[in-house]
């Protein structure tokens, strides 16, 4: 058998306990909700803690899936390309935001303007 192969057949097969996992996501979820609702008398403190666990169970289990692999390699990979990113230093910071700031304040006056002596017009026209 050829390596490919090997490693097409334990992907068809974690593909197919997938569904069960998800499942088991679902299932998780919804005791914790239904837990909640029919455990209302108890204390919130504990249906809180509760809830939490069971959420972080349906998390546990939903990373072991192939999509929850997939997803923690797309964080780390997130958190590689931002501690590559060369990130403005404080005086290009505070220039952009007085530049955004003025245009800001530019574009308004000139609607505000033109509002005036559009409301202006409308009022003459109106009467």
Request: hydrophobic letters at 55%; aromatic letters at 6%.
């Amino acid at each position: 058998m050829k390596p490919n192969s090997l490693k097409h057949g334990a992907e068809e097969q974690q593909s197919r306990h997938d569904g069960l996992k998800w499942a088991a996501v679902v299932a998780l979820l919804l005791t914790a909700v239904v837990g909640n609702t029919y455990f209302a008398d108890v204390g919130l403190l504990y249906r809180v803690i509760g809830v939490v666990v069971l959420c972080a169970a349906a998390g546990g289990v939903a990373l072991m899936t192939g999509k929850g692999r997939n997803l923690v390699i797309l964080a780390q990979e997130a958190k590689k390309e931002i501690q590559r990113v060369v990130w403005p230093t404080r005086p290009e910071t505070v220039q952009t935001t007085a530049i955004v700031l003025a245009a800001v304040l530019v574009v308004g006056l000139m609607l505000w303007l033109i509002d005036t002596l559009l409301s202006w017009a409308m009022s003459g026209v109106i009467g």
